[in-house]
């Protein structure tokens, strides 16, 4: 155990708390059993990491990760109930998706020791209802998003701005915008910068090799946390890798699925299994009609990257389509509080009510007839009645 605890009070003293990330004013921390899943590189250790060392004394805390080799000869259950018996307060279980019965061990613990704070972390891949164990009726989950435009500009240039909602946006965007402006001389030059650069928190740590390890990280997602949750072959590993790049030259686009399989040599139904697991790996966003959910196996009618960022890191030397990155950013923003579906008329419908039209600010108004209908528009600091700057919608968490 002492070598438990050295790790975890050194990774504690590494942890920087000059900035935390949205979810911190959503977790109900009187909860003593919850899951944060989310992408990898998305933040999930650093914030719970946060959490123990802003709220708890060295000796009533403990971050262990499950892909420690400690755990080749010792089982998950023996140091949850060390920690239960000896004061610990809450203890952070990171990669849980890398130890096979982590959940029957936790489930175990959890109903003999409920006083124990329980926080388990894993691939974004994870869903707690196909766990061996029934944890759902027994954890919250919470989920981590990639960082939004709003965190961006604090977390960059400790611009500190507002969260607003959809309805304040659609209602208020000049009046939003001014108030931006007076934080912030240049909205667009630091959106652009979002664009590239803003969506996971590592990117400060070097920016010019940035792309190549967001790469690499994508590469990790495929090979390692993939197979240790769905049973695939390393060959579908390699056709999902395939299918990645050649969507990412393409993006957005409406899929032809018989050409994407002859492409992977794969089977009709492969393909659509395959970009399921990248979807939920929050690596594609599968655009679909309002009345298709995620789990039908049927062809979405466009598939984006999940959010600009990676188009800048998969397209290489040769520069992204601005209509990808407008459109990938504009779902990844709008997904995390709303439905996002397939506008029969326009690019996108929100919440099956708000029909939205991307693209730059001379796009022309002849498409827009009703009251929902709504332009989000790029490279334009201030909008009139339905016109509306495309950064704003990256201030809604």
């Not at 060295?58 to 140091?79: A, C, G, K, W």
């Not at 794969?266 to 929050?282: F, P």
Request: with cysteine; aromatic share 12%; charged share 25%.
């Amino acid at each position: 155990m002492e070598e438990l605890i050295s790790y975890s009070e050194q990774r504690l003293a590494k942890t920087d708390l000059s900035f935390s990330r949205y979810i911190a004013n959503e977790i109900d921390w009187k909860d003593n059993l919850f899951s944060i899943e989310g992408a990898r590189g998305s933040g999930k250790t650093t914030f719970l990491l946060q959490h123990l060392k802003k709220n708890h004394l060295p000796e009533n805390r403990l971050y262990i990760s499950l892909d420690h080799m400690y755990f080749q000869s010792n089982n998950l259950y023996t140091v949850l109930e060390w920690a239960a018996t000896n004061n610990i307060k809450s203890i952070v279980v990171d990669e849980v998706h890398k130890y096979p019965n982590w959940s029957i061990e936790i489930k175990n613990i959890h109903d003999l020791y409920d006083d124990l704070q329980i926080i388990f972390t894993g691939s974004a891949l994870l869903e707690i209802q196909k766990a061996k164990a029934d944890l759902s009726r027994r954890a919250v989950n919470y989920r981590l998003d990639t960082m939004s435009f709003r965190e961006f500009l604090e977390f960059d240039k400790n611009i500190k701005v507002d969260t607003y909602t959809l309805a304040d946006i659609i209602k208020s965007h000049s009046e939003i915008a001014q108030e931006i402006k007076k934080q912030t001389e240049a909205p667009l030059v630091h959106f652009q910068r979002y664009l590239k650069f803003g969506a996971y928190p590592y990117y400060k740590i070097n920016e010019n090799n940035y792309h190549h390890r967001l790469m690499n990280t994508f590469n990790l997602v495929l090979e390692t946390d993939v197979p240790a949750i769905e049973n695939i072959t390393y060959t579908s590993v390699l056709k999902m890798k395939r299918l990645l790049a050649f969507i990412a030259q393409s993006v957005p686009f409406k899929p032809n699925i018989t050409k994407l399989a002859e492409l992977t040599a794969s089977k009709r139904d492969t393909v659509l299994q395959h970009l399921l697991i990248l979807e939920r790996a929050r690596i594609l966003n599968l655009l679909r009609p309002a009345d298709a959910t995620p789990t039908h196996l049927k062809k979405p009618e466009k598939i984006f990257l999940e959010n600009p960022n990676i188009a800048h890191a998969l397209t290489f030397d040769k520069a992204p389509d601005i209509g990808n990155l407008r459109e990938s950013f504009f779902y990844s923003q709008l997904s995390h509080k709303h439905q996002v579906n397939a506008s029969q008329v326009h690019d996108f419908l929100i919440d099956k009510k708000y029909d939205f039209e991307i693209g730059g600010r001379g796009k022309s108004m002849q498409k827009l007839n009703k009251k929902n209908e709504c332009y989000a528009l790029d490279n334009l600091e201030f909008g009139t009645g339905n016109r509306i700057p495309l950064f704003l919608f990256g201030l809604m968490y």
